[in-house]
């Protein structure tokens, strides 16, 4: 997914926080569809457990810091064999979620001839969630709590948050590669 572009966006918009939306029953019957599933809950409990797990080395070090500053990541994947496995209404369920004064899209992105979605959306009191849409992908991240856009880098290929080293200018790679544009 084109998740780097997603978090080079994120990275500019100062301090975040969130609050958890609800995932829809309906995502249970993506999920028996999916050919790949990627599902994270983790409340503030939880992370503070796998936390423990972490040692003082520089890199988990950092991960710790930021994971302590959280109240929670919850994330939904789906990979699918064939595209319309997943409707408008499914996205539609999350947004209805973000609607009125306490949410507002940051980043919207939409490309009608490769048919993907990238939306970033902030609470008035702290929230992030994204939305990252492709054919045959269906991937929704929400992280609650103070966060610093660039913390996101360290979390990257954590807690089931995809595995992105990106910085601000500079081409950023998705597990060691390159990414395409």
Do not use: C
Request: aromatic share 6%; proline share 3%.
């Amino acid at each position: 997914m084109k998740f780097r572009s997603v978090l080079l966006m994120v990275s500019a918009a100062g301090l975040l926080s969130a609050q958890q939306i609800r995932f829809p029953a309906a995502f249970e019957r993506l999920a028996e569809k999916a050919s790949e599933t990627v599902n994270v809950t983790l409340d503030s409990q939880t992370l503070s457990f796998a936390t423990k797990f972490l040692s003082d080395k520089k890199d988990e070090a950092d991960v710790k810091r930021i994971a302590q500053k959280l109240k929670g990541i919850y994330v939904r994947g789906y990979e699918f064999d064939k595209e319309g496995e997943y409707t408008d209404k499914d996205i539609a369920d999350i947004r209805s979620q973000l609607k009125g004064p306490e949410w507002s899209v940051i980043v919207s992105t939409h490309s009608k001839r490769d048919r993907e979605i990238s939306e970033i959306y902030l609470h008035r009191d702290g929230g992030l969630l994204i939305i990252a849409a492709e054919p045959k992908e269906l991937t929704i991240v929400n992280i609650m709590g103070n966060i610093d856009p660039s913390d996101l880098t360290n979390l990257s290929g954590q807690f089931g948050i995809p595995k992105v080293n990106a910085t601000p200018g500079k081409g950023a790679k998705k597990d060691g590669k390159d990414e395409e544009e």
